[in-house]
Nanobody
Framework: QLVESGGGLVQAGGSLRLSCAAS????????IGWFRQAPGKEREGVSC????????YYYDSVKGRFTISSDNAKNTVYLQMNSLKPEDTAVYYC????????????????????WGQGTQVTVSS
């Protein structure tokens, strides 16, 4: 089970840190992904981190503003979000993909599993 937390209401330009905690399993040998879904829009990728080698990936919309990290001792993955924009408003979810992946782009969201319940992020202008 994955549990997201840390969402909230913030003004544009502000920061939030989201957490994704796993219970019942560890993040060993998984790719952990952050995704988001705004009202009326499809779910989109935000960032991923591989537990095997710590490699990270950021989708274009958040590059340079968001940072993904992991704390293996706490079995938790974080998403530090800086310079937030109103268009970042969405429900943010974490999910896992077993093993690793080849190529420069992570698997599609549909290939991830064990989705958490999500945490709402609202950025006001």
């Amino acid at each position: 089970q994955l549990v997201e937390s840390g969402g909230g209401l913030v003004q544009a330009g502000g920061s939030l840190r989201l957490s994704c905690a796993a219970s019942g399993f560890t993040f060993d040998d998984f790719v952990i992904g952050w995704f988001r879904q705004a009202p009326g829009k499809e779910r989109e990728g935000v960032s991923c981190i591989s537990s095997n080698d710590g490699s990270t990936y950021y989708y274009d919309s958040v590059k340079g503003r968001f940072t993904i990290s992991s704390d293996n001792a706490k079995n938790t993955v974080y998403l530090q979000m800086n310079s937030l924009k109103p268009e970042d408003t969405a429900v943010y979810y974490c999910a896992v993909y077993p093993g690793g992946y080849e190529g420069p782009v992570p698997p599609h969201a549909a290939d991830f599993g064990s989705w958490g319940q999500g945490t709402q992020v609202t950025v006001s202008s």
